[in-house]
């Protein structure tokens, strides 16, 4: 008895603690030090970056995204759990590199593209896989896959590719 | 709310005539109103030049309209020769409100007299001598160029044959940050426009970009995605002491300072779509500002403090929006199709943005459009010095 009235107690006040947050997050800002709703990136490996030589890209299938969107839909999770059991067999690490369609202005694509890299990075983290071994960089609406417009070419822009640093 | 009709009344009262005749009258001034000025074409060697130049910054200034004949308030006149120009501003009395000598070049010299008229006639700080940089796309590669505001003395600034985007030029156009991808990631470089010296001076980790120099040029304001997700940072020019202002689930964009580099205007999307909001530089609390739009991104504060150039989408395209951030009013520009990337000129009534593969200008007030910079393949994301 005592146990479940005990988590029910600790359930309704973490709960209350969420609301709490809820309520005051657009007034909060951040402060040095302080953690964002990310994990931190590791420092970068010099001379390694995804369009370069000694980085393997299209070893898998990229992760495509909705419009404007960064969360990753439950039709792509496939696509995670095939990476992050691809890399808890070996030690490489990736890059990962987000990108947009050219529906947005250039500079909220770059960062949008960015997200969903990270959005990426932070479900491979879910999957257990060490954020020291994944990096980002977004490309914004450069470097489409698809140069044609309309939405079936939009479709496969919006996208997070992988490179394996060999 | 409620004061409003009685204001309508007050004003109605004030610009009617009542037939009192003891009564001082009342002119209103117009923003869009010029005042008419009438141009006699330059004199000495390279007179027919300059004639056409000057021809040019008048029409585009905005506070003064050429009228042809002597039906004016102010003839204007001169001479150039070796890259000189003498310049002269006399009233409808024959007195004279300007003469000087301007040099360092026709054109430059040109520019010079320009703004001193502007000046002289109406007060107004004016446009000509302002320099736009921009991104490029002659060389097969984006580039970043900066042209004189006319689109005249085109130089590319960078030749890293990869993708070289996002300009900004510091006060004076002195300085310009911009981001490139020559490690691989998206970095941030701030290059010594006079010299072409250039340093990397931001490097985390993730993508670093949309710095914008701050208007006393000893700070930036960038998103930086280091910590885990792309939020809003202040930098000094150098790049350290970077200061996080914002901790969002969503991303922040595009920072455009107030022209006390006080506070810092920027998109971003925390409530789903991307919105305005306003911080102080020093951190605290963000405001939302409401635009009507769902769409708001590319925020560019004008240098008089008192709007916020933007682009919203809709009809297929991009338009650009002016917040009035006293009013909280918006309004939407007549540009005539898709334009993006607004930024406002140092007079606070001229914005340049992007359309088709070239820069153009609009004069808010009168709704002209002239396109000044093309010829560099796409151009795009203009950045304008004040």
């Known amino acids: 008895m005592k146990r479940s009235l005990f988590s029910c107690f600790s359930l309704l ?32 490996q010099e001379g390694v970056s995804f369009l370069g030589g000694n980085v393997s890209r299209g070893d898998f299938e990229p992760i495509y995204f909705n419009f404007d969107s960064f969360s990753i839909a439950g039709s792509e999770a496939g696509k995670i759990t095939a990476i992050a059991a691809a890399m808890r067999n070996g030690n490489a690490n990736i890059i990962v590199a987000g990108f947009t369609d050219e529906s947005g202005t250039e500079e909220y694509n770059r960062v949008l593209g960015e997200r969903r890299a990270l959005a990426v990075r932070d479900a491979l983290i879910t999957e257990g896989i060490s954020g020291a071994r994944i990096q980002t960089v977004s490309f ?23 490179g394996v640093v060999r | 709310m409620k004061l409003r009709p009685i204001f309508s009344l007050a004003l109605l009262l004030l610009i009617c005539p009542q037939g009192r005749s003891q009564e001082t009258p009342t002119i209103t001034i117009k923003k869009g109103d010029a005042v008419a000025v009438s141009l006699q074409p330059l004199t000495g060697a390279e007179g027919a030049a300059a004639t056409k130049v000057l021809e040019n910054d008048l029409a585009i200034s905005g506070w003064l309209n050429v009228v042809p004949g002597g039906q004016s308030g102010f003839t204007i006149q001169g001479s150039a020769s070796a890259g000189s120009v003498e310049g002269r501003v006399v009233n409808a009395q024959g007195a004279s409100v300007l003469s000087a000598t301007y040099s360092g070049g026709t054109r430059s010299a040109v520019h010079q007299f320009a703004d001193a008229i502007v000046e002289a006639i109406t007060g107004n700080k004016g446009i000509a001598t302002s320099r736009i940089a921009f991104v490029g796309t002659a ?56 010299t072409g010296a250039r340093n990397r001076v ?3 980790p993730g993508t670093n970009t949309g710095a914008a120099i701050s208007p006393d040029g000893g700070r930036m304001a960038v998103t930086l995605s280091k910590d885990g997700n792309p939020e809003l940072y202040v930098t000094s020019i150098g790049g350290g002491g970077a200061r996080r202002l914002t901790k969002t689930s969503g991303v922040e964009a595009s920072p455009t300072w107030s022209p006390d580099a006080s506070e810092i205007i920027y998109t971003s999307d925390d409530s789903g779509s991307p919105l305005l909001y306003r911080i102080s530089a020093s951190g605290g609390t963000a405001n939302r500002l409401n635009t009507g739009a769902s769409y708001n991104t590319e925020p560019s504060w004008s240098p008089d403090g008192k709007q916020v150039a933007f682009n919203t989408r809709g009809g297929g ?40 593969d070239a820069i153009w200008i609009i004069d808010v007030p009168t709704g002209k459009t002239f396109k000044v910079i093309s010829g560099v393949g796409k151009a795009t994301q203009p950045s304008w010095s004040r």
């Not at chain 1, 657009?26 to 302080?34: I, N, P, R, S, T």
């Not at chain 2, 042209?147 to 030749?159: K, S």
Request: proline share 5%; glycine share 14%.
């Open chain 1, 13 to 44: 006040l973490l709960l209350a603690l969420m609301a709490g947050c809820q309520s005051t997050k657009k007034d909060f800002v951040g402060v040095d030090g302080d953690y964002v709703t990310g994990s931190p990136l590791p420092d970068r």
């Open chain 1, 140 to 162: 914004g609406e450069e470097l489409p896959a698809n140069p044609g417009s309309g939405e079936s070419a939009w479709s496969k822009n919006r996208r997070a590719e992988i």
């Open chain 2, 139 to 194: 060389s097969g590669k984006k580039e970043i160029y900066i042209a004189d505001y006319d689109g005249a003395n085109v130089v590319q600034l960078t030749r890293d044959n990869s993708i070289s985007v996002s300009p900004s030029l510091g006060p004076g156009a002195r300085q310009l940050a911009y981001t490139g991808y020559q490690s691989g990631y998206a970095d941030i470089y701030v290059i010594n426009v006079g």
């Open chain 2, 202 to 204: 931001i490097k985390f």
């Open chain 2, 317 to 356: 395209g991009f338009q650009i929006g002016l917040l009035d951030l006293a009013r909280g009013s918006v309004r939407n520009l007549s540009t005539g199709g898709n334009s993006e990337d607004p930024t406002f000129g140092p007079s606070s009534r001229h914005v340049a943005y992007a359309q088709g």
